[in-house]
């Protein structure tokens, strides 16, 4: 479980794409949680989220920790396929309980309630692309993964389309 957590290769494809994605959610999550970037913070967020989402403190707190935190840990590449994974959900939620009514595009001009849904499929792609690829180049994911391989005397290749194969 933890080799296929951590494993993957040095694409720098994949790393373009993880780190791409972790800089979008650490800057939405620091206006969730910090109020940087013209962001609201923590407490507005949270009453935010209850009042007009309906959802409960908590959850709405461990959805701005995983923007937040899951950005982080994409831009380090460091359990990179679990930090995907949170953004995904959220995303999900986002997208089916707030902005699908609004239709799939976003409101460039203004004239709709809301934004559709397009934003959330671009980001449901990427993360997918790390959750089944892996971190990529450049990723503390990388270092771990053949440092553990090394340690436990068992070597890693990455087969890119077996994935993760012990030797």
Known sequence: MLTWLLGTDGDWTLAIARIVLGVIFFAHGAQKMLGWFGGTG?????????????MPAPLAVLA?????????????????????????VVMCVALFAVHSKFGFFMDWY??????????????????????????????????????????????????????????
């Open 64 to 88: 701005v920790a995983t923007e937040f935190l899951g950005g982080l840990g994409l831009i380090v590449g460091f359990l990179s396929r679990l930090a995907a994974l949170g953004i995904a």
């Open 42 to 54: 923590l407490q507005t967020t949270v009453r935010i989220f209850r009042e007009h989402l309906h």
């Open 110 to 167: 203004g004239d709709k309630k809301g934004h559709g849904i397009e934003y959330h499929i671009l980001v449901l792609a990427l993360a997918m692309l790390v959750i089944f690829k892996g971190a990529g180049a450049l990723s503390l994911d990388q270092a771990l993964s053949r440092h553990l391989g090394a340690q436990s005397g068992v070597a890693l290749r990455i087969d890119p389309y077996a994935g993760v194969i012990t030797q």
